[in-house]
């Protein structure tokens, strides 16, 4: 059985399973993270984009306060935003999202895309998103080395522990690895039956990069988000592969999309609004699928990418 957290290269422990943030509403979003505290989640994967920090971060100082964690117990995940990719724009962004979350230091900081834009200050636009002030996509100027060594700065800084990057491919991750001083402890990455990346997941394992797995049930997290190819794919809670798996081990679809993952040392970061279904998608690292139904899952691999900016009529083309 797989230990429910793994040591980065760094040397700080991270959870295999965590609680993610994007889409939780502001409105619910601290009493969501203060009961998923208490039902035992550690990790909590946050970025200045999805515009619900402050309520985050209220949530984490209730259950400091009430005792029931220490900060030390948590392990908190951020990104850096496309826009704040310039050298000189990273630790201030970073000083003002850990001021909203009310921490100290980021357990794991990311660089969120491989792009950069357009910077816009935080007072004329917060949470920043792929547009400008006046409403255009614009291209920055900053590289990606450039803004992964002002990252590099930040663990120098003590403002984060770890340090990594978000949806970059192998090309970029190789590059990366010719010019990190610091070799990044993480990639987050879109990671789901339907688009396995198995080449890339196994890339980071050969240079000890640990991979986390976003939008873990596939098309489901974007039919609300009107993204067509996720309209058109079969759900994977409802495919008979995962239905007929997950009734011969008596879990739910969804704790067997998650322990594919958790099994094979990728973390997941699922979210939901029920306490039992939290509860259901933290029990995925205590118990294993056969070998054969591993790899029956993967072999649904379509190639099929459902979070891309084109999607979403944002034209810049990172993953083409």
């Given at each position: ?10 040397g ?31 990790l ?12 985050t ?35 201030p ?6 001021k ?35 409403g255009?996509?614009s ?25 990594g990057?978000s ?49 873990s ?39 067997i ?15 939901s ?6 509860q ?15 790899d ?18 944002i ?6």
């Amino acid at each position: 059985m797989a230990p429910s957290t793994v040591k980065l290269n760094s040397g700080h422990e991270m959870p295999l399973v965590g609680f993610g943030l994007w889409k939780v509403n502001n409105d619910t979003c601290a009493d969501q993270v203060y009961q998923a505290i208490k039902l035992g989640y550690r990790l909590f994967d946050s970025a200045c984009d999805y515009g619900n920090e402050v309520e985050t971060g209220q949530g984490v100082a209730r259950a400091i306060k009430e005792g029931i964690v220490k900060r030390s117990d948590l392990f908190m995940v951020s990104k850096l935003w496309n826009s704040f990719h310039d050298k000189e724009r990273v630790k201030p962004i970073c000083e003002k999202q850990l001021k909203d979350m009310q921490l100290d230091y980021w357990d794991l900081y990311l660089i969120h895309f491989p792009i950069s834009i357009k910077y816009v200050d935080p007072s004329v636009k917060y949470p920043p998103g792929f547009k400008d002030e006046n409403g255009n996509v614009s291209p920055g100027k900053a590289t990606l080395q450039e803004t992964y060594h002002a990252m590099e700065e930040l663990v120098s800084s003590g403002l984060a522990r770890s340090i990594g990057v978000s949806n970059y491919n192998g090309a970029l991750m190789l590059d990366l690895f010719r010019y990190a001083k610091i070799t990044p402890a993480a990639l987050q990455i879109e990671h789901h039956p339907y688009l396995t990346q198995l080449g890339l997941v196994k890339l980071c394992k050969q240079h000890d990069v640990a991979v986390t797995a976003y939008s873990s049930f596939g098309p489901s997290s974007f039919l609300e988000l009107n993204v067509q190819n996720a309209k058109d794919a079969p759900l994977l809670l409802e495919h008979p592969v995962i239905r007929t798996i997950a009734t011969n081990n008596k879990k739910t679809p969804a704790q067997i999309l998650l322990r594919w993952a958790t099994q094979r040392g990728v973390h997941v970061i699922p979210k939901s609004n029920n306490q039992g279904r939290l509860q259901q998608n933290l029990d995925v690292t205590q118990w294993d699928l056969k070998q054969s139904e591993i790899d029956e899952i993967s072999t649904l691999d379509k190639g099929l990418r459902f979070n891309n900016p084109l999607a979403y009529d944002i034209d810049i083309p990172i993953f083409v």
